[in-house]
């Protein structure tokens, strides 16, 4: 079986401009959540959506969205970039059981803003 | 909010030790812990997940211990071996967000 998926590994950005990332979760799982690891910050929970809308978002600005397709694949997007916004972002889905949330994380996409 | 602590941030072992990996929490009210292994660049690895309602659980040489009551995990790797260098990573669900700690770096030496 297909573990998380996302593309592309790298990309490098100018500041102000936009950032798009895709992430493809695991067969049968509903739930998508975007998260990101920058440098001395640890990683940060940014979105989580589920059957194609938005359900909760972290402690980020506007700037950073996303949606979800019916096929519970799902995009980030990231406008207006700013150099802080250089980081690792990770992908994970799951499914919603009650009782049962355990994350399965992909390789991550390292968005460089220069 | 939830708050969680990794100790130490830092460790290193000559190989064959067994070690202790702590994790704190200050919410009790947690759906689950997942452990975490992460390489350097690359994405993260899910070793074991304890429902709220386990005390531990193991696979191979880990073996992960929750402590709800007291806001407390413990990841013990048993016979440590060069590959098992990498950071480690403990994170709580609220049943959507993870919320991880700092990690530890571990580096087992030969």
């Known amino acids: 079986e297909a573990g998380v998926t996302q593309s592309p590994t790298h990309l490098i950005k100018t500041r102000g401009q936009q950032a798009t990332l895709r992430c493809s979760p695991i067969?049968?799982?509903?739930?998508v959540y975007w998260y990101q690891q920058a440098l001395g910050l640890g990683l940060q929970f940014l979105l989580w959506?589920?059957?194609?809308?938005?359900?909760n978002r972290g402690n980020f600005p506007p700037r950073f969205s996303g949606r979800q397709f019916p096929n519970y694949s799902s995009e980030l997007n990231v406008n207006a970039l700013e150099l802080e916004d250089s980081a690792l972002y990770l992908c994970?889905?799951?499914?919603?059981?009650?009782?049962?949330?355990?994350?399965?994380f992909g390789p991550g996409t390292r968005l460089t803003v220069t | 909010k939830q708050e969680v602590t990794q100790i130490p941030a830092a460790l290193s072992v000559p190989e064959g030790e067994n070690l202790v990996l702590n994790c704190s929490f200050t919410?009790?009210?947690?759906?689950?812990l997942q452990w975490f292994r992460q390489d350097p660049g690359k994405g993260l690895t899910s070793l074991l997940l304890?429902?709220?309602?386990?005390r531990e659980q193991t696979s191979g040489r880990l073996n992960a211990s929750l402590d709800k009551s007291s806001g407390r995990s413990t990841l013990y790797i048993a016979a440590s071996q060069p590959g098992d260098s990498a950071t480690y990573l403990c994170a709580v669900s609220s049943g959507y967000a993870l919320n991880f700690g700092k990690g530890t770096s571990l580096l087992v030496t030969p």
């Open positions: 067969s049968g799982h509903t739930s």
């Open positions: 919410d009790s009210a947690i759906y689950n």
């Open positions: 304890i429902q709220s309602s386990q």
């Open positions: 994970a889905s799951s499914l919603q059981v009650q009782g049962n949330y355990e994350q399965y």
């Open positions: 959506y589920d059957e194609g809308e938005e359900r």
